[in-house]
T-cell receptor
């Protein structure tokens, strides 16, 4: 299957700072990328969907000013957690799908810890 | 909105035996896709099998097969000849024609040697 690389895999940041997570499709053009949040022992909750060159569509309850998503190219999407707080600590996963793709391919995930 | 329900939080199977994981979904659409993903302790999501709603034939991938009942909106996963490496969280997922994917709550599968 196609490869999606997510970086960093782990990050610890201080409360009040911002952290950026990158999601790259390595061998295909990702026209659509998805960002999920996963709490311990829970399912993946869709945060937002982004199409290349367009503004992201956020799910209800997700603060767009706090979770900034950029999808400026067909191979890269970024999620920036702004003014992070301990309650933002979680596992964040991206996935990407090509124009004709049926399934989405997942990155390795990023464990964010805000101290 | 589409919902995906996995009613079995945990399942256990003896090595080499067969186990079936249940999934139901709710939708008003006629064109969609269904998936089963595996998430091992590494937390990397791995696609196990997928099913297009317009296909009547049940998908099969080696030891993994599905029982897709469109009218009942049911999509169960059967794992045959279970192996220790099959132990993981399994998520059922629904992808609508409008592109977003929704996941069930997951089933934790334990394989006993």
């Amino acid at each position: 299957g196609a490869v999606v690389s997510q970086h960093p895999s782990r990050v610890i940041c201080k409360s009040g700072t911002s952290v950026k997570i990158e999601c790259r499709s390595l061998d295909f053009q990702a026209t659509t990328m998805f960002w999920y949040r996963q709490f311990p022992k829970q399912s993946l909750m869709l945060m937002a969907t982004s199409n290349e060159g367009s503004k992201a569509t956020y799910e209800q309850g997700v603060e767009k000013d706090k979770f900034l998503i950029n999808h400026a190219s067909l191979t890269l999407s970024t999620l920036t957690v702004t003014s992070a707080h301990p309650e933002d600590s979680s596992f964040y996963i991206c996935s990407a799908r090509g124009l004709q793709g049926t399934e989405a391919f997942f990155g390795q995930g990023t464990r964010l810890t805000v101290v | 909105a589409q919902t995906v329900t996995q009613s079995q939080p945990e399942m256990s199977v003896q090595e080499a035996e067969t186990v079936t994981l249940s999934c139901t979904y709710d939708t008003s659409e006629s064109d969609y896709y269904l998936f089963w993903y595996k998430q091992p302790p590494s937390r990397q999501m791995i696609l196990v099998i997928r099913q297009e709603a317009y296909k009547q034939q049940n998908a099969t991938e080696n030891r993994f097969s599905v029982n897709f009942q469109k009218a009942a909106k049911s999509f169960s996963l059967k794992i045959s000849d279970s192996q220790l490496g099959d132990a993981a969280m399994y998520f059922c997922a629904y992808r609508s024609a409008t592109n977003d994917m929704r996941f069930g709550a997951g089933t934790r599968l334990t394989v006993k040697p």
